[in-house]
């Protein structure tokens, strides 16, 4: 058995024990720990045979030699973050059919798409240049962060204190460039950047776009930020797309295991409730009440893009909406996913649209060679689409930007990285 073959082994055994802890963990602690949110628990052996089966025939097509490294591990991220809990959840509560089925659709058109000779052209730009562009363009989105907070810095959140306090500080003064400009820069730019400099071997571009992301994260406290920045550097020290989905699916798997062997033991429910129950059921869980909530009574975009051709008929966002009406808090942002989102606005049309639009996205980065070290974007962005709208993603994310710091400077990391590998063998 050769080594991707072993490795591809490993992650598929991973993936089996990590979906049996799902389940497992699904009966012994989400449900009873947390049924008043809507979880239900209901034993159907054939609902439970039928969530095995798309699950085996999704490990196999995904661990096939027929599409790219960079494909399978697109697709194995989908199936940790959005496809193994809606199976798991589609198991035990009354969830509409097509909610599960949409993942395997989603699965089946990104193993088609990398099975297709679409090719997109990618461009590079003067060497002289790049990195001034770059640099531009972190200096300039800084600024508004800088007239905005200046120097009023909590370094207490660095060690996870005053998150809140700081949170809201950051809301209260937040303005629509802020807004935009935040997630640009810590989701693509500055991330973009400290790749650049490691490639380049340049460590003052390391250095400015770590002082940057944590400048960002000690003003507005979010710990996504801080713990993105660990992600892009941690499995960086890790070569290879099936290496880095190996050491993914061994983190998540001892986390729940961990997490439900101390709730067992002593009650504790923190670890489990931060990973098994908000990472992986609370989005599937909400897929379940935009499908009931707006079938037959889709918006069309009409809360957002559409809004001055199309009246939407609540007087409250679609998250707020969903929170009030099954939460019972019309201030929770109960946000979903790419597949309900596409539902909630389109139906079933919308869901394969979306579905559509996701799979051409990562066949352009399969098609331009992307970076490998630019995969844990990639995680993140698709960790984001698991509950955050497609259009959400695309522009107040960062997906859009990213895609075009891909379009402009990967094939100069390539290039950088071929000479420098050139180097080592010399």
Known sequence: MNKVLSIKFKNSILAFILFISMMYGYIVFVYPMFNYSGFQYTWDTMKVIESFVLFFITLIFISTNLISK?????????LLFMTMPNYVIYMFMNIPRAIPYSYFF????????????????????SEKYESKVMIGLTIIMLIPFIITYGTHLNLKVLIFQDIYKVRDYSTRHNNILTGYFYSWLTNSVTPFLIIYGYVKKNYKYIIFGVITILYLYIIAAHKSVFFGLVMLLFLNLFKGYERKIFIIYLVMTSVVILGIAIFLHNGNISIASMFLRRVFFIPALLNKYYFEFFDHNHIYLAHS???????YPYTMRPDHLIGATYFHNPNMGANNGIVSDGFMNFGYVGVAINIFIFGMIMKFFESVNINELLFPLIYAFIFSLNS????VVLLTHGLIVFIL????????????QEKNNENKGN
Do not use: C
Request: charged share 10%.
């Open 70 to 78: 960079f494909m399978y591990s697109v697709n194995m991220l989908v």
């Open 106 to 125: 989603m699965h089946l058109i990104l193993i088609l798409l990398s099975m297709t000779k679409i090719n997109f052209k990618s461009y590079i730009i």
């Open 305 to 311: 893009i559409f809004k001055h051709f199309i009246d």
């Open 388 to 391: 955050g709208a497609l259009l």
């Open 405 to 416: 710091m891909v379009l402009f400077f990967n094939k100069r990391l390539n290039l950088l």
